[in-house]
C-alpha cells in the first residue's frame, strides 16, 4: 500500500530524528544506562513514580532517559502506559506504622518512641558542590548493611494518645475509598479524594500553596509529628485463598503533621492532623500535601475558607501537572482560525472606537 | 517517542469487535429515535436470556455499571453467564440500575420505578433494555425530538399505558429513563429527549 | 490508506484503550446522545498526548471506532496540520486504521476548531476536541455553581455579559467558542469553532460527539437537533464574512484563512478546509484530474 507524505508528516519525522540525536547528545560520552538512572538519579525516580502514579524505578528511570530529564514529560509517559494496565484487584491499605525505616523524624518532641533516626538525608549537608564528584570515581564499599531500623510503631511518637490530639479517622471500611482515576471529582470533595488527588498533584504547585498557608494566606500552624522513610508490605486480598498474601514492596514517605486549632462551639481546643503520602523518598512533597490536607480541611473546623490554598476546587483542579503542562504547551498548536476570527472582531470594534472609554472585557478561551 | 511501537498489530478480539459492532448499533438507534436499526451478530446465551439483550449486555457492562435484571431472567445460570462475561455488579432494585433489563413489556415495571437522575447529574439514571414481541403491530405513535427530522411513526408491541407513561417520562426532561426496545433482531432507541407528538 | 504493517503498534489494546475504559466512554455517549448539550462527567484516562492536545476527542474516537471505519483528521480545516498528522499517525498505528483526507470518504472526522464545509450525511460522525466544556467558565469559575445553573438552566448570567457586550461595543464579543443553546435546553459551548461554523450544527444530518479530556466531560448534539447560537431580537447572531473570495478555489461560501503578510492592501486568503478548496479545483479542473493529476 502507499501512502502520500504531507508536509506535516515529513516535518514530524525529521522533528523526532532530531529529537533523538539531541537525546543521545555527543556520541563520544557513555550512554546513559536506565539502571544507572535508576540508581544514581533515585530522586528524580522517586518523584516521577510519586506524580506518575506508578510505583516502579525502572519504568521510571526509562522514562526519564526517553525525556531527556524532563521531569514533566517523563511523568506524562508513565502515566499514559500506566493507564493501559489491568487491574488485577485491590490492595489491603499499606501498614505505614509497621515500616521498615530508613529514616524517621519528629519534630515535636526531644526523644519520641522508637527515636529519631537521620537516615540519608541532604537536611544537614553544606549545599556546596564537591568537585570530587567530577572525577567519577567514587567507590564506595558495597552497599554496607545501612541502618534499617525495623518497626516503628507509634505512629504519632509521644502524642498517641494524648487527649489534645484529634482522633484519627475511623477505620476506612466505613466507606469505600474514592477513585479519581475512574471518576470525576464533585465538589465538596471527600478527603480521601483529595488526598489521592495530590499524592499524584504538581510537586511545585504543592509546595507553592503550602509555601503560602505558612505566610499567612491560609495559616494553620503546623509541626511535624512523624516524618519518616523505608519499605512497606503491599498485601492483596485473593478471594479464593480469603486472606492476603503480601505481594511486594514498595518505598514510601509518610508525613504526619500536627495543627494548632482553637476550637469552635462543639469542639474544645486541640490539635488537628495533616497527612501527606508519596512514593520513594519524596519529603517536601510529603510534608507540602499534609499542609494542604489541612488546610482544605477548613470546612470541617468551620474555619473561613478564604485563601487559594483552602479552596478545594482550586487546588485539586489545578493541581495535576500533567494536566496542566498539557493545556499550558498546548497554546503551541496552530490556532490561526481563531485568531482570523478575533482580528476580523477587532478591525469591527476599531471600527466603531471609541465608543465610552471602557475597559476591554475578556474574550472566551 | 516510537520505541515502544514495533511489534505487529494484535487486531481487535472477536468480542471486543462485536462490542464495538453492537455499540454502534445502538449509538445509532439513540441517535435516530424511531428508527429500526439492526443489530450485528450476537453472542450465544443461556435460556431464557436471548442474544439481543445478552449482545446489549456485554457491550455495556463493566464493575462500574450496577444491573437489574427483571425476576424472570434473574436465575442462576444467567447471573453466573453474566459474571463470567462481565464482572457484573447486581443491584435489588430498578431504583438502583445503571441498566436495566425486561424481557416482556408485560413484566416492565412503572417508567417511575426506575432512576431519573438528578437535576444536575440527569446522566445518573437508569437506561432499560427491553425486549419486546415485535417493532411493528403495536399502537402507531409519531414521535418528535433530537435525532427526528420531522416526526417518526413507531409502532411497537407495547402494553396499553406504556405511551402515557412516557409523555410523563419525557416530561421531567432533562430528567428521565432512556429505553433500548429490541425484538431480537432490530433496535429501536427512545431517548427521553423525545416525545409523543 | 490501508497502513502499512511496520506503522501499526504491538502491546496495546485495539485503539490504545482497553475494552473496560472503552465500554465505561461508551455508556457515558450514549447518555450524552439522550441529553444533547449536558456534560456528561467520565473516566478520562491519560492518553499518550499531551493533556489539551484532543485527548477528549482521542478517547471518544478510540471508543467509538472499529475495523470498518475510515478516519480522517483534520486542524484548524486541514489534514496537513501538524497536530492532525500526529494524531491520524496514532490510530494508524494503535487501530491500524484506514485514513482519509476526503471528508466524503470518511465515516468518522475528528476534528480541532472547524467543522468541514462539506455538509455532513447520517453515515458519518464527527468528534469535536474540546479544551473547556463548560460555556460559562469564564463568568462562573466553579464548577459546582455553574452544574446548578445548568440544573435550572439558569443561563441569565451569559445573556448579561452579551447584553453588556453589546451595550459597549455594539456587537458582541465572542469572536469563536460563541455559546449555542441545544435543543431549547442545554447551554453549550461548540468547541472553539469560529462563529462561522455555528450554524453547521444546527439541524445537521450527522452526530456531533464532544470530548473534553482534561475536564473529564463529553457532550453530544443528535443530528436534527436545534442549535441557536444566543443572540437578541435587535442584534441577531451573525456569522465571519470576507469582502474576497479564496485565492485558490474562489469560493466566496467558506472560512477563510489569511495568508502571508504583505501589508494592507495585499492580504490574500484561502479556505481553512484544505479538502473542499481542492475538490472545488479538482471540479473546475476536469481534464487535469483525467489525466492523472487529481489524488490516487
Not at chain 1, 469591527?348 to 472606537?353: G, N, T, V
Request: net charge negative; with cysteine.
Amino acid at each position: 500500500m502507499f501512502s502520500t507524505v504531507t508536509g506535516g508528516e515529513a516535518a514530524i519525522a525529521a522533528a523526532h530524528e532530531l529529537l533523538a540525536r539531541k537525546r543521545r547528545g555527543d556520541s563520544r560520552v557513555a550512554e546513559l544506562g536506565v539502571d544507572q538512572v535508576r540508581e544514581q538519579l533515585s530522586l528524580a525516580v522517586d518523584r516521577v513514580m510519586s506524580e506518575g502514579s506508578l510505583h516502579d524505578p525502572t519504568l521510571a528511570a526509562l522514562a526519564i532517559k526517553q525525556a531527556q530529564g524532563d521531569l514533566g514529560e517523563a511523568i506524562c509517559l508513565l502515566r499514559a502506559f500506566r493507564t493501559t494496565l489491568e487491574r488485577f484487584g485491590e490492595t489491603e491499605a499499606v501498614d505505614t506504622p509497621s515500616m521498615r525505616i530508613r529514616r524517621r523524624i519528629a519534630t515535636t518532641h526531644k526523644s519520641v518512641p522508637g527515636g529519631q533516626l537521620l537516615g540519608p538525608t541532604y537536611d544537614y549537608t553544606h549545599r556546596l558542590l564537591d568537585f570530587a564528584l567530577m572525577a567519577e570515581n567514587e567507590d564506595l564499599p558495597p552497599d554496607p548493611a545501612v541502618a534499617v531500623a525495623e518497626v516503628v510503631p507509634a505512629t504519632l511518637g509521644a502524642l498517641e494518645g494524648n487527649a489534645l490530639l484529634e482522633a484519627a479517622l475511623a477505620a476506612a471500611d466505613d466507606a469505600e475509598p474514592g477513585d479519581i482515576t475512574r471518576d470525576t471529582i464533585t465538589f465538596p470533595s471527600r478527603r480521601d479524594v483529595r488526598l489521592q488527588n495530590l499524592a499524584r498533584g504538581e510537586e511545585g504547585f504543592l509546595q507553592g500553596l503550602a509555601y503560602s498557608t505558612m505566610r499567612g494566606f491560609g495559616r494553620n500552624h503546623p509541626f511535624i509529628a512523624d516524618l519518616r522513610h523505608g519499605e512497606v508490605e503491599v498485601e492483596l486480598q485473593v478471594p479464593e485463598l480469603g486472606f492476603p498474601v503480601c505481594v511486594g514492596e514498595i518505598t514510601l514517605t509518610e508525613c504526619q503533621t500536627v495543627h494548632r486549632y482553637p476550637g469552635d462551639a462543639a469542639r474544645p481546643p486541640q490539635l488537628t492532623r495533616g497527612y501527606g503520602l508519596s512514593f520513594g523518598q519524596c519529603e517536601r512533597r510529603a510534608i507540602a500535601m499534609a499542609l494542604l490536607d489541612r488546610a482544605m480541611r477548613a470546612n470541617e473546623f468551620n474555619e473561613e475558607a478564604e485563601f487559594p490554598a483552602q479552596d478545594e476546587e482550586f487546588v485539586l483542579a489545578h493541581s495535576d501537572g500533567v494536566e496542566a503542562s498539557g493545556l499550558i504547551q498546548h497554546l503551541k498548536l496552530p490556532h490561526y482560525v481563531d485568531f482570523q476570527a478575533v482580528q476580523q472582531l477587532l478591525e469591527k470594534l476599531r471600527a466603531s472606537w471609541p465608543p465610552r472609554p471602557q475597559e476591554f472585557p475578556d474574550d472566551s478561551e | 517517542m516510537t520505541t515502544a511501537f514495533s511489534s505487529p498489530a494484535a487486531p481487535p478480539s472477536e468480542a471486543a469487535q462485536r462490542d464495538q459492532r453492537v455499540f454502534r448499533v445502538l449509538l445509532r438507534a439513540l441517535s435516530y429515535p424511531g428508527r429500526v436499526v439492526l443489530l450485528p451478530a450476537l453472542p450465544s446465551a443461556p435460556a431464557p436470556l436471548c442474544p439481543a439483550l445478552a449482545g446489549l449486555l456485554l457491550g455495556l457492562l463493566d464493575l462500574e455499571a450496577g444491573l437489574w435484571l427483571t425476576p424472570a431472567l434473574d436465575c442462576p445460570p444467567i447471573r453466573s453467564f453474566l459474571t463470567y462475561r462481565a464482572a457484573v455488579q447486581f443491584v435489588a432494585t430498578p431504583r438502583e440500575a445503571v441498566l436495566a433489563v425486561v424481557d416482556d413489556p408485560a413484566g416492565l415495571p412503572p417508567l417511575d420505578a426506575f432512576h431519573p437522575g438528578e437535576p444536575a447529574c440527569p446522566e445518573r439514571s437508569t437506561t432499560v433494555l427491553l425486549r419486546v414481541p415485535a417493532l411493528a403491530g403495536g399502537p402507531a405513535v409519531a414521535l418528535r425530538g433530537p435525532g427526528i427530522e420531522a416526526t417518526a411513526t413507531v409502532a411497537p408491541r407495547v402494553p396499553y399505558g406504556f405511551w402515557d407513561q412516557w409523555a410523563r417520562n419525557h416530561a421531567r426532561y432533562p430528567l428521565g429513563i432512556d429505553i433500548i426496545m429490541t425484538d431480537g433482531v432490530g433496535l429501536v432507541g427512545l431517548p427521553r429527549s423525545v416525545g409523543r407528538e | 490508506m490501508i497502513p502499512n504493517d511496520d506503522e501499526v503498534a504491538g502491546g496495546y489494546n485495539f485503539a490504545y484503550l482497553d475494552e473496560q475504559t472503552k465500554r465505561m466512554v461508551r455508556r457515558a455517549i450514549l447518555k450524552a446522545v439522550c441529553i444533547p448539550g449536558h456534560q456528561v462527567p467520565f473516566g478520562s484516562r491519560e492518553m499518550p498526548l499531551p493533556a489539551g492536545w484532543g485527548t477528549g476527542g482521542l478517547q471518544v474516537t478510540a471508543s467509538v471506532i472499529g475495523p470498518d471505519d475510515v478516519l480522517k483528521v483534520i486542524d484548524q480545516g486541514t489534514d496537513a496540520a501538524t497536530n492532525a498528522v500526529s494524531i491520524r499517525a496514532f490510530f494508524r498505528r494503535v487501530a491500524g486504521l484506514a485514513t482519509t483526507e476526503r471528508t466524503r470518504e470518511a465515516s468518522l472526522i475528528q476534528t480541532r476548531h472547524r467543522i468541514p464545509e462539506t455538509p455532513l450525511t447520517e453515515e458519518q460522525i464527527l468528534v469535536l476536541q474540546v479544551p473547556q466544556p463548560e460555556p460559562l467558565r469564564q463568568l462562573v469559575p466553579r464548577g459546582a455553581a455553574a452544574r446548578r445553573l445548568h440544573a435550572f438552566a439558569d443561563y441569565g448570567v451569559m445573556y448579561v455579559k452579551l447584553y453588556e457586550d453589546i451595550a459597549r461595543f455594539g456587537r458582541v464579543t465572542l469572536a469563536y467558542d460563541y455559546p449555542v443553546l441545544v435543543n431549547g435546553r442545554y447551554l453549550a459551548s461548540p468547541s472553539p469553532i469560529p462563529r462561522f461554523d455555528n450554524p453547521k450544527l444546527d439541524n445537521s444530518r450527522a452526530l456531533s460527539l464532544f470530548g473534553a479530556g482534561r475536564e473529564r466531560r463529553l457532550y453530544a448534539i443528535p443530528p436534527y437537533t436545534r442549535v441557536a447560537s444566543l443572540d437578541f431580537g435587535d442584534h441577531p447572531f451573525e456569522v465571519q464574512r470576507w469582502s474576497v473570495g479564496c485565492a485558490l478555489c474562489g469560493s466566496r461560501a467558506s472560512y477563510l484563512d489569511e495568508i502571508g503578510s504583505g501589508g494592507p492592501g495585499a492580504r490574500m486568503f484561502v479556505c481553512s478546509d484544505t479538502d473542499y478548496c481542492e475538490e472545488r479545483r479538482e471540479a473546475s479542473a476536469p481534464a487535469r484530474r483525467a489525466a492523472g493529476g487529481g489524488r490516487p
